[in-house]
């Protein structure tokens, strides 16, 4: 999948589940959707953790994005002896 084609597939924030692992396209970040803010806005918070924010433009990961995502927390999970 292209830049171009990640960005064309976007997300409504009311589509966006609690939990959910969605990519905030204001900031470029993924984030874990924590509320809804509204019906326009969702909050988000960082995988590993820290603040919340909130995002309105969103779209889903890529399939490279999660396991990537998912990668990094079982490396930092090792790292940590857990």
Partial sequence: MTTTDREQTTLRPEECEVGSTVWDIG???P???MGHVGGDRVQ???VA???EWDA???RP???RE???LHLAARNDATRKGL
Avoid: F, I, N
């Fill in 61 to 63: 990961l890529t399939s």
């Fill in 27 to 29: 900031k470029d970040l």
């Fill in 31 to 33: 984030g874990v959707v």
């Fill in 66 to 68: 999660e396991l990537s």
């Fill in 49 to 51: 953790g820290g603040r």
């Fill in 44 to 46: 988000l918070r960082a």
């Fill in 56 to 58: 309105s433009r969103l």
